[in-house]
């Protein structure tokens, strides 16, 4: 009877977590970030292989929990456990130690689970409050279809041109460039065998660094600082000596930190004359470390599929607009690609770390809620069950208070005992998290004692009710009915 009721109530649950379950099937795409035009698909679909996987895990689960009180009751004696149970204490030990233990497992795995989402939100938090070495809140990136349009080389290029002349000349906008690739862009930027003059590299080591082709005023664009030298002007076209600009990383390492410019940096086979210095920024990922890179003009390397870049201070949709009475007034045929800030940007390069985060907190709520059950329902039994000694207690003079801090302190020892497993299972655990984490230490003490609050927090809650019952006990009911 055990076992059937215990079957019944899987098969319940079994079925209503498949029919949720499909009901969220696309609820991943949710958290991914929204690209206009583009229609997010994550692989994978819920099948008679899937649900006959979660109906098996159910069916087993169940039959190991049920088996163990049906294994018990084999020889039960009932005089006994009645006389026992009208004598019970809250908190007593006999068969209850079951019931605690199962708590104490919820506990332990909630806490790793709280301490693994605080540790990845920590980080993702570090992560997008970083400075990326650009400007982030006043620059805008799109794009135009060039090469769908069907232009060549020299129409693109006079293209190009014309629309940041009549660009730079409207209100509101400081100026604008175009760049072969966005910064913590979903592409990734070119990379090519270097030669330095004057760096001997050694046997085994064959330099090579990535690059982009940036046009004119890309440094005051997006806010990146050159450090020495100058930017590309127009000038520096393609009939014209090859130039460069390199970052400070890149100084350090190929010139010992002396001053590059006016040095030779050999690039595919040509030598380019060093001519600024830019700062460090971040170019694929938020969590890299400074790497050399350098830029060259777009003029000398052109390609047809470039970003357009632009400083302003105007709302999104009125600079939109603006922007595409310009386009057209080139060419009524060509539109513009998606137009995103590059602090959108940034946050969308961080988007598998909000997925992680995203998930993880949900498994941790969902355990922290199923701890605070299984502890509501262990309290509520042992306060049903003791109802003759809270009489007793009351009679002889205890208060309510006494009664509630009795209850209490039962769930918050469990809890404590959970815990306490789980903070040793957490220290292990949580160095396994360490590539996923930025600055942040896989034993913050501040993470812990969040974790420990939410658990305390969620341990009080669980076991008011039970307490307010226990503190409700009529003693002269109980002692009549003894």
Not at 183 to 200: E, K, M, N, R, W
Not at 457 to 480: D, F, K, Y
Request: charged share 15%; aromatic share 8%.
């Amino acid at each position: 009877q055990l076992l059937t009721e215990g079957l019944l109530l899987a098969a319940l649950g079994t079925a209503g977590g498949i029919v949720v379950a499909y009901w969220c099937r696309h609820a991943l795409v949710l958290l991914l970030p929204a690209r206009s035009g583009i229609s997010m698909y994550l692989p994978g679909e819920i099948d008679g292989r899937v649900m006959a996987l979660s109906a098996g895990v159910c069916l087993l689960v169940t039959l190991v929990v049920g088996f163990i009180p049906a294994f018990q009751t084999r020889n039960l004696d009932v005089a006994g456990p009645l006389k026992a149970e009208s004598v019970g204490v809250v908190g007593a030990r006999g068969r209850t130690w079951m019931r605690s233990g199962l708590v104490v497992f919820q506990v332990c795995l909630s806490f790793i689970l709280l301490v693994g989402a605080a540790l990845l939100l920590e980080s993702l938090q570090k992560i997008r409050n970083t400075d990326p070495g650009f400007s982030t809140t006043s620059v805008v990136v799109t794009g135009v279809p060039l090469l769908a349009a069907g232009y060549d080389l020299p129409r693109a290029k006079a293209f190009e041109d014309e629309l940041v002349d009549r660009l730079s000349v409207l209100p509101g906008i400081e100026s604008a460039a175009f760049a072969a690739m966005t910064p913590l862009g979903y592409g990734s930027f070119s990379s090519t065998p270097i030669a330095v003059d004057g760096y001997q590299p050694s046997l085994e080591e064959q330099p090579t660094v990535e690059y982009n082709q940036v046009s004119p005023a890309y440094f005051a664009t997006l806010g990146i600082p050159v450090l020495s030298g100058r930017e590309f002007t127009r000038a520096d076209d393609e009939n014209a000596p090859l130039v460069a600009i390199v970052n400070r990383t890149m100084v350090t390492r190929y010139w010992k930190g002396e001053d590059p410019i006016g040095r030779r940096l050999q690039v595919k086979g040509r030598w380019a004359r060093v001519v600024g210095v830019a700062a460090d920024s971040k170019y694929e990922s938020m969590r890299e470390t400074p790497r050399p890179f350098f830029y060259v003009p777009l003029r000398q390397e052109f390609v047809l599929r470039s970003a357009l870049n632009i400083r302003t201070h105007q709302p999104l949709q009125s600079l939109r607009a603006a922007l595409v009475r310009e386009v057209h007034a080139l060419d009524g045929n060509l539109a513009l690609y998606e137009m995103i800030t590059l602090r959108e940007q940034v946050n969308r390069s961080t988007s598998p770390q909000l997925v992680a985060v995203t998930l993880v907190s949900i498994l941790g709520g969902l355990a922290l809620l199923l701890a605070g059950v299984g502890l509501y329902g262990v309290m509520s039994y042992a306060v049903a069950q003791s109802t003759r000694e809270l009489g007793l207690r009351m009679a002889l003079g205890a208060g309510a208070a006494n009664l509630l801090r009795l209850v209490i302190s039962r769930g918050l020892r469990l809890t404590a005992g959970g815990v306490l497993f789980g903070a040793i299972a957490a220290l292990a655990l949580t160095k396994l998290l360490g590539k996923l984490l930025y600055n942040v230490s896989p034993h913050d003490p501040w993470v812990f004692g969040s974790a420990l609050a939410v658990m305390a927090l969620t341990a009080i809650s669980a076991c008011l009710l039970p307490a307010w019952r226990a503190a409700r006990t009529e003693p002269a009911r109980v002692l009549r009915d003894s």
